[in-house]
């Protein structure tokens, strides 16, 4: 299966040692070698870098390093293929607009007869490559797409009740992890995956570690956070890191089977819980 990695922060971070944590396991250290992406945002737009190859052994991955982008959003994807060539228009995370700015989609799972089941639904949006995922991505976005039409972008709550049933609509077909963001916010499912220590698939397929740093105080600066780089030396810092698997030693807290988060600014603004029945709609959390 492929991994996912996410970082959603209130000041610009460039990610260090987790993205190298990452990228070994495109190769390294796991069996994910067909090919790796990252997509820093700044703004509305997106800098997007993706390469067919294992991540572990990339010079794009150093590159990243060298250049140290600082974004308060990213994502990014190290692939195992398991459908569709190893090539680049089935490398992820894929992008694409819609109202006026890049909308940004991971996924790790099979999701097997999804497009059979689902051709008709896909509206104006057409996958480029062949997998499963971007078709899914292009079912979200057709979803999404009536939202955007008016002047003003959508309000959260309607932005995550899509979400929400686009996620139960994956999950019958198989694994459903995914990333999504429309640049402003992160939406995050967790469902299930092949779990190293049996082999065999079920929750958690998705992991969450929430930081923060204190701003300056008496002349102090403030403790860093491990495997970021503040962009502001002297701010307050909070970040929210999604992924497949813990990259640190720290207390990383699992993501229930069927979750839907959506964060921003490094906050979990929001949550549906995994045991609510499909007609319930998402909890909003007091920000």
């Given at each position: 299966m492929c991994e996912l990695l996410a970082m959603s922060s209130l000041e610009p971070a460039t990610l260090s040692i987790s993205l190298e944590a990452f990228s070994e396991r495109g190769g390294l250290r796991a069996p994910h070698k067909d090919g790796w992406g990252a997509a820093f945002y700044a703004g509305r737009d997106v800098r997007r870098l993706r390469e067919t190859g294992a991540a572990s052994q990339s010079?794009?991955?150093?590159?990243?390093?060298?250049?140290?982008?600082?974004?308060?959003?990213?994502?990014?994807h190290v692939r195992?293929?398991?459908?569709?060539?190893?090539s680049l228009e089935n490398t992820q995370p894929f992008a694409r607009e819609l109202g006026g700015r890049m909308?940004?989609?991971a996924h790790n799972g099979d999701l097997i007869g999804i497009e059979e089941a689902t051709a008709p639904d896909l509206g104006r949006f057409r996958p480029i490559g062949d997998t499963d995922s971007e078709?899914?991505?292009?079912?979200?976005?057709?979803?999404?797409?009536?939202l955007w039409e008016a002047p003003e972008p959508p309000p959260l709550d309607l932005r995550l009740e899509v979400v929400r049933r686009f996620a139960a609509l994956l999950r019958p077909f198989g694994p459903a992890n995914f990333l999504y963001s429309d640049s402003e916010y992160l939406f995050a499912h967790g469902h299930e995956r092949t779990q190293e220590s049996?082999?065999?698939?079920?929750?958690?397929?998705?992991?969450?570690?929430?930081?923060?740093c204190p701003a300056k105080i008496e002349g102090r600066a403030p403790k860093p956070i491990e495997g970021l780089t503040l962009g502001?030396?002297?701010?307050h810092q909070r970040v929210t890191l999604i992924a497949s698997v813990p990259l640190t030693a720290e207390r990383w807290e699992p993501v229930g089977a069927g979750e839907v988060l959506a964060i921003a600014g490094g906050r979990i603004l929001s949550r549906t819980g995994a045991a609510l029945p499909e007609s319930s709609?998402?909890?909003?959390?007091?920000?």
């Open positions: 010079s794009g991955i150093r590159f990243l390093s060298e250049q140290q982008y600082r974004s308060r959003l990213v994502l990014a195992q293929a398991t459908k569709g060539a190893v909308h940004v989609f078709h899914a991505f292009c079912l979200l976005l057709a979803r999404l797409a009536p049996c082999g065999r698939i079920e929750p958690p397929g998705l992991f969450t570690l929430c930081r923060t502001l030396t002297e701010a709609g998402p909890q909003l959390a007091e920000s």
